[in-house]
């Protein structure tokens, strides 16, 4: 059920893309009959976007778990699902969803503020990587997804509009706009403020 070995016996003259497309389609009719193989190979295929849109939300410490409850839910509910090319906004869906529920029962257990807070002692980079986070969070849903794909999971461009159904130029746009609000978010030069410094020079 490897994706590499399933793209190799089919010798139409398609785009990548499309022959990718046909292939994970041809999983999630498969998996909604019980193929166990399918599912698994649906979960390696979909895994890294499942797991960017989730710590797009959340924090990364919670994003492994709440990933795992999404392909249950997947599992428990693919039957549901009325076509099966479909599939990769339905689980964006269940993944938003997901990492939604899982926020407001995060503010819901938030202990009260006059109670001590004890922080352990930096003795890592962790801190610049929880800042990044947190600055991620506050982007637009589009942007802070795209950019999660693309710098946590380390997918290309391809493979988000593969993944994702948006066009490659779409998620040039994101990955270009999102990239300039996340420098402003964390006080980096961005090519706008650049230029302007240029131009009193």
Same mark, same amino acid.
């Given at each position: 059920?490897?994706?590499?070995?399933?793209?190799?016996?089919?010798?139409?003259?398609?785009?990548?893309?499309?022959? /990718?497309?046909?292939?994970?389609?041809?999983?999630?009719?498969?998996?909604? @009959? &019980?193929?166990?193989?399918?599912?698994?190979?649906l979960h390696g295929h979909f895994g890294k976007l499942v797991h960017a849109i989730v710590i797009s939300r959340v924090p990364?410490?919670?994003?492994?778990?709440? !990933?795992?409850?999404?392909?249950?839910?997947?599992? %428990?509910?693919?039957? +549901?699902?009325?076509?099966? $090319?479909?599939?990769?906004?339905?689980?964006? %869906?269940?993944?938003?969803?997901? $990492? #939604?529920?899982? +926020?407001?029962?995060?503010?819901?257990?938030?202990? *009260?503020?006059?109670?001590?807070?004890?922080?352990?002692?930096?003795?890592?980079?962790?801190?610049?990587?929880?800042?990044?986070?947190?600055?991620?969070?506050?982007?637009?849903?589009?942007?802070?997804?795209?950019?999660?794909?693309? *710098? /946590?999971? &380390?997918?290309?461009?391809?493979? /988000?509009?593969?993944?994702?159904?948006?066009?490659?130029? #779409?998620?040039? !746009?994101?990955?270009?706009?999102?990239?300039?609000?996340?420098?402003?978010?964390?006080?980096?030069?961005?090519? %706008?403020? @650049?230029?302007a410094l240029d131009d009193r020079e």
């Amino acid at each position: 059920m490897a994706l590499s070995a399933a793209l190799s016996q089919d010798p139409r003259p398609k785009p990548p893309e499309e022959r /990718i497309r046909a292939v994970w389609v041809s999983w999630v009719s498969a998996a909604r @009959k &019980g193929d166990h193989e399918a599912f698994k190979a649906l979960h390696g295929h979909f895994g890294k976007l499942v797991h960017a849109i989730v710590i797009s939300r959340v924090p990364a410490s919670d994003a492994a778990d709440l !990933v795992q409850d999404v392909f249950l839910t997947v599992f %428990q509910k693919l039957s +549901q699902l009325e076509d099966d $090319a479909a599939f990769p906004g339905w689980l964006s %869906q269940l993944a938003r969803h997901r $990492a #939604s529920r899982h +926020q407001r029962d995060a503010r819901d257990e938030e202990p *009260l503020e006059d109670e001590p807070q004890l922080e352990a002692p930096d003795r890592s980079a962790a801190p610049d990587a929880k800042k990044i986070l947190k600055a991620l969070h506050s982007l637009p849903e589009a942007y802070a997804e795209t950019l999660a794909m693309r *710098l /946590i999971e &380390g997918m290309t461009g391809p493979e /988000i509009a593969e993944r994702t159904g948006l066009t490659p130029g #779409s998620v040039r !746009v994101n990955l270009h706009r999102g990239m300039e609000k996340l420098r402003e978010k964390l006080g980096l030069p961005t090519a %706008q403020n @650049k230029e302007a410094l240029d131009d009193r020079e």
